[in-house]
């Protein structure tokens, strides 16, 4: 197979893609649809703690409530995985044992990417040989900006292999890539080097996810299938914390990718204020007023 | 894995979670059982003693009666507006007239809501369009003519611009709010008065703005409102003490318009009918460009003249659009004009309907390919679902005739000689659209388009800033920006 020249990824156009994402915001998601989309946007959580100060108590923590949201209404569904530095993997792992709640785990020296192969390919191994199921890598944003882009495919194909039977999510940091026809290539090269979910941010770079950038990837996901009929996963991360944009980002993938896409092995939000400003939402909708913050909990 | 082939890969639009239901409230507006005339700045009986049903096209229920005026009632209308003329209107300076045509703007924007339910419901538009496109341009309109009403002498310099006196106007029922602004907002900016007559089909916004009219005080007679139907109008344009005429409507409407003005000292602007060329270039944003497409030809259930409805898609990137384009097609909800997720509403009218159906049936006659997406459409009320022709030929009637509904037909061509060719040949030119991420082709096609409106990398933009009309069969005369002031002003230089 000849070698795909990246810069020559499909066109976008900025201003038609903020005019499909008008379009996605002026649906208006009301009564028994927006129950059950909040309830999908719970079950595709991906409850995030990243931070220098993260210790084993607030992974433990972080990962109860991942299994138990809000007792107070029954039969709510879990978040997706709970996603932590791999030195927490083996804590997670053991705290959520048996709730079907996965662990992802950041790899790849997370969040800057810079560092050499052998340390990306070690932090992903530690991360996976500790239980991880996903790992969430960030692509090499400066040697993209160079124009070497088979050295991020190569990197992506090597950290895939190095994953075994976990599933690899990759970061693209699209706040730093600059221009949506980045993002574009960004995308192609990762799921061609066999991304299972491209991911656009780390949640440290602001701008991170945004509905006109998912929008981008998941044209481009959409594309990806066209040609090989393999499904990606998407994973906008950072920025959404609340239910009104959570939706909005369903209706997109609804539109753009259709049902299938409508489930956490194919979509996730990548956040940690989100689950409360849902469970809000549906607190809401069930007892019909609004509550105190203070009846949820935050961990 | 095994690779499937292309051809076998299709992507799923459907899903388990569909949209509950979202419908705008319709306790807050107000309508009367039955509309007069407004003539004088007061609601009158018609002299014929005739009203009409005016009905919503998506459920086929009797909203309001309306009169219909006859040719007394069209010469009380235009005495009312002579007298006015005479005695206020062209007497008041710019800036005076300025502030009635402010208030008018600013009491537009208080009721919006009002006027795009009604809008919605009296022309089977949705109210996503109606409360997010047509109504909020209807108000711009008017904001952006205010502002020249004192600033004639600079638009204008040197040429000494004066009113012309009383313009007859005909409105059509694709935009009724927005094509009323776009006639009424300059004509009164530049000091004539107004017989408006809105078409028959959706009269009720023209009604309400004229108690809208009532409220902002504005002076008696400047604006008439005669409702009726097409002899209605043939009255207002054979009336003698009528000095302009401007219409927007079918090619053959003003085509007989023209005839019965001719010999006399009236002054026109016609915006007629349109069969847009809409071109993909290879190197285009392929998925914007989709975009591009439903837009040009959805919006509004394509009951709109500069729609999009001839489709030339580069043969190289031909199947990924269709693909693409009919994909889109999966997602758009058609039904419920005021359900606020609908994207295609009720077609306007009975008589549209049989027109619609009509080309389709020669579409599939002539040997075109139909495409229809899956969808429920409601058991009352009129509906076309969106529809793509494929296998058509510039010799297709289907490419030739402008069919004014959700109604697609799609050609293929290898360079862009050709496709200028093609765009260009047909009886119209009122607008056009390109797609091609390379700006100096862009440029290179957009100025040998021979249409009016042309737009790049986009469709369906409209501003009041932005003169629109066509050339040939499509019309002419300019209306939006300083081109349209001139038609409704004499230079005496």
Not at chain 1, 111 to 137: F, N
Not at chain 2, 422 to 434: C, D, E, R
Not at chain 2, 449 to 475: H, I, L, Q
Request: with cysteine; charged share 25%.
């Amino acid at each position: 197979m000849a070698i795909k020249d990246y810069s020559q990824t499909p066109k976008v156009d900025q201003v038609g893609i903020l005019d499909r994402v008008a379009r996605v915001t002026a649906r208006s998601i009301k009564n028994e649809a927006k129950m059950q989309g909040l309830r999908m946007v719970l079950n595709m959580i991906d409850l995030t703690t990243l931070e220098g100060a993260d210790t084993e108590a607030k992974v433990k923590q972080l990962c109860y409530k991942a299994m138990h949201l809000h007792d107070e209404i029954p039969n709510l569904p879990t978040t997706a995985a709970i996603c932590v530095y791999p030195n927490f993997v083996n804590v997670a792992v053991k705290a959520l044992k048996g709730s079907g709640v996965k662990v992802a785990s950041v790899a790849t020296a997370f969040p800057s990417g810079h560092s050499s192969r052998e340390i990306k390919l070690m932090d992903t191994k530690i991360a996976v040989d500790a239980g991880a199921d996903e790992i969430d890598m960030v692509i090499s944003r400066g040697k993209f900006h160079s124009g070497e882009y088979n050295f991020v495919f190569d990197e992506i194909a090597a950290i895939k292999e190095a994953c075994g039977n976990a599933r690899l999510k990759v970061i693209l940091e699209t706040g730093e890539l600059g221009t949506f026809d980045k993002v574009r290539r960004a995308s192609d090269i990762a799921m061609d080097a066999g991304a299972d979910f491209i991911k656009t941010s780390t949640g440290k770079i602001k701008p991170a996810a945004t509905l006109p950038v998912t929008l981008v990837m998941l044209e481009a996901i959409k594309d990806h299938y066209y040609k090989t009929g393999r499904m990606v996963g998407m994973k906008p991360a950072g920025g959404i914390s609340n239910s009104k944009l959570a939706l909005q980002y369903l209706v997109m993938v609804k539109e753009t990718l259709g049902g299938k896409w409508l489930s956490n092995e194919w979509f996730r939000f990548g956040a940690s204020s989100l689950a409360n400003d849902v469970l809000m939402q549906i607190a809401k909708q069930t007892q019909g007023n609004y509550q105190s913050k203070d009846y949820f909990s935050i961990d | 894995m095994a690779k499937k082939k292309a051809k076998e890969i299709e992507l799923d639009l459907s899903s388990n979670w569909d949209y509950a239901p979202s419908m705008e409230s319709t306790g807050h507006i107000q309508l009367k059982k039955k509309y007069d005339l407004f003539i004088g700045g007061k609601f009158v009986k018609p002299k014929s003693g005739v009203y009409f049903d005016t009905i919503n096209p998506a459920t086929e229920e009797v909203l309001a009666q309306v009169a219909e005026a006859n040719e007394a009632d069209v010469d009380a209308a235009v005495k009312a507006a002579r007298k006015a003329y005479d005695t206020v209107w062209s007497k008041l300076s710019g800036k005076e007239r300025g502030k009635y045509i402010y208030r008018i703007a600013r009491l537009i924007q208080e009721r919006a809501r009002e006027f795009s339910v009604i809008e919605s419901l009296d022309g089977g538009k949705t109210i996503r369009e109606s409360r997010d496109i047509d109504i909020p341009l209807a108000a711009a309109h008017f904001f952006y003519y205010a502002g020249w009403a004192d600033k004639l002498d600079y638009a204008f310099p040197n040429r000494n611009p004066q009113s012309i006196g009383v313009a007859g106007q005909i409105t059509p029922w694709n935009f009724p709010m927005l094509m009323i602004a776009w006639k009424i907002a300059p004509a009164l900016a530049t000091g004539n008065t107004v017989v408006l007559k809105p078409a028959e089909t959706t009269s009720l916004t023209a009604l309400k703005l004229a108690e809208l009219f009532q409220d902002a005080g504005l002076p008696d007679g400047v604006v008439n409102i005669v409702t009726g139907y097409g002899q209605t109008g043939s009255h207002i344009v054979n009336h003698p003490d009528v000095d302009k005429i401007a219409f927007t409507g079918s090619t053959g409407v003003g085509k007989l318009i023209m005839k019965s003005i001719a010999n006399t000292n009236k002054k026109s602007t016609m915006e007629l009918g349109g069969k847009a060329a809409n071109i993909i270039m290879e190197d285009a944003p392929l998925d914007q460009a989709v975009e591009g497409v439903i837009n040009g030809i959805f919006f509004n259930q394509g009951h709109v003249c500069c729609a999009g409805s001839r489709l030339f898609i580069q043969e190289s990137v031909y199947d990924i659009v269709m693909r693409k384009l009919k994909d889109r097609m999966q997602a758009l909800v058609v039904g419920n004009p005021l359900d606020k997720n609908t994207d295609i509403g009720a077609i306007n009218s009975k008589k549209q309907l049989d027109t619609i159906k009509k080309y389709i049936k020669i579409g599939k006659e002539e040997g075109a390919e139909i495409y229809q997406p899956n969808c429920t459409l409601p058991k009352k009320g009129y509906w076309i679902p969106p529809t793509l022709f494929t296998n058509v030929a510039q010799s297709s009637t289907i490419v030739k005739e402008e069919i004014f509904g959700p109604v697609l037909a799609i050609q293929t061509f290898r360079t862009v000689d050709e496709v200028i060719s093609k765009a260009n040949n047909t009886p119209y030119g009122l607008s056009a659209g390109v797609w091609s991420d390379k700006g100096s082709k862009v440029f290179n096609l957009t100025s040998q388009m021979r249409a009016g409106v042309v737009w790049g990398n986009t469709y369906n933009k409209f501003d009041p800033t932005s003169p629109f009309g066509g050339y040939k069969e499509s019309g002419h005369g300019r209306e939006g920006g300083l081109q349209g002031l001139e038609a409704y002003l004499k230079f005496n230089a």
